[in-house]
Nanobody, 118 residues
Framework: VQLVESGGAMVQPGESLTLSCTASGFTFDAYFMTWVRQAPGKGLEWVSSIGTTGALINYVDSVKDRFTISRDNTKNTVWLQMNNLKPEDTAIYFC????????????RGPGTQVTVSS
């Protein structure tokens, strides 16, 4: 199983970024996928999960109406579109195999750094 994130960058507050995660080594369309993040000095925080077909989606309250998760099973890829970024969104973002209940025991990528600062 391999998950590789990309798209992280340093941006100013209010700007947007799209993170990508490309998966391999497992049947991608059979798994929920999740984005989690780790802010400096803090533990992992669940951000969003998406079901196998993309029909079931959940977000942590702090990113609702700003972040959008999506997936393309033909490309084995899941994205996280992040709009109106805030300094508190600064973190390493990880893509994880599994949904809200199972991502902690699934595979996880190395992460991509997002820094929001003026």
């Amino acid at each position: 199983v391999q998950l590789v994130e990309s798209g992280g960058a340093m941006v100013q507050p209010g700007e947007s970024l799209t993170l990508s995660c490309t998966a391999s080594g497992f049947t991608f369309d059979a798994y929920f996928m999740t984005w989690v993040r780790q802010a400096p000095g803090k533990g992992l925080e669940w951000v969003s999960s998406i079901g196998t077909t993309g029909a079931l989606i959940n977000y942590v309250d702090s990113v609702k109406d700003r972040f959008t998760i999506s997936r393309d099973n033909t490309k084995n890829t899941v994205w996280l579109q992040m709009n109106n970024l805030k300094p508190e969104d600064t973190a390493i973002y990880f893509c994880a195999q599994g949904g809200m209940k199972h991502w902690k025991t699934g595979a996880r990528g190395p992460g991509t750094q997002v820094t929001v600062s003026s």
